[in-house]
């Protein structure tokens, strides 16, 4: 717990449900990120159907369904994006209020003695950055290890040899580099 004096900084408590239902939207949206790959194997499997009057009404089917699904997953990215802005905005807002209240009780010969421009920017600086940045990296993480995840598991679905050739080598070649 970050403390100044009496101050502990309960003012980054995260709103648990909030936040899990965050979480929830962006695992969410990463699955059905990748889980597009499945239709279009559907589709082209629909495509060569000995039954032509099938296979087209299968592919019309997956296709809209591959749209519907691209929808949901931008008005998803979208969700994120705002509850993410919002919630590091009340962020922001709480640790200025916060700072500005710890700052009034302060004694003014403190200011006198110190060179209080720079520790007002700084001050300024690091709470503009930690409400920009607090959730960013969360979400992007859980977006790229749960798109991973999905991915290996539909191309597992799709030739296990190929995957279990390509993934090491993707590994190490994102290590190299």
Do not use: C
């Amino acid at each position: 717990m970050i403390s100044g004096g009496n101050m502990s900084l309960k003012l980054l408590k995260i709103p648990f449900k909030n936040l899990i239902f965050l979480f929830i939207l962006v695992i969410s949206s990463s699955i059905i990120s990748v889980y597009p790959i499945n239709l279009i194997m559907g589709i082209i499997d629909a495509t060569k159907a000995i039954n032509k009057d099938v296979s087209i009404s299968i592919i019309i089917k997956l296709g809209f369904v591959y749209l519907l699904l691209q929808i949901i997953n931008s008005f998803l990215i979208s969700l994120i994006k705002y509850l993410a802005t919002n919630y590091q905005i009340n962020l922001e807002a709480n640790l200025q209020r916060g700072i500005f209240e710890k700052l009034t009780k302060i004694n003014l010969d403190f200011f006198s003695k110190k060179d209080t421009s720079s520790f007002s920017n700084l001050i300024i600086r690091d709470v503009d950055f930690i409400g920009k940045n607090s959730l960013e990296p969360y979400i992007e993480l859980i977006r790229a290890v749960t798109s991973f995840i999905f991915g290996v598991i539909f191309m597992w679905r799709i030739n296990p040899l190929l995957t279990s050739f390509v993934i090491p080598l993707g590994i190490s070649s994102s290590l190299i580099i």
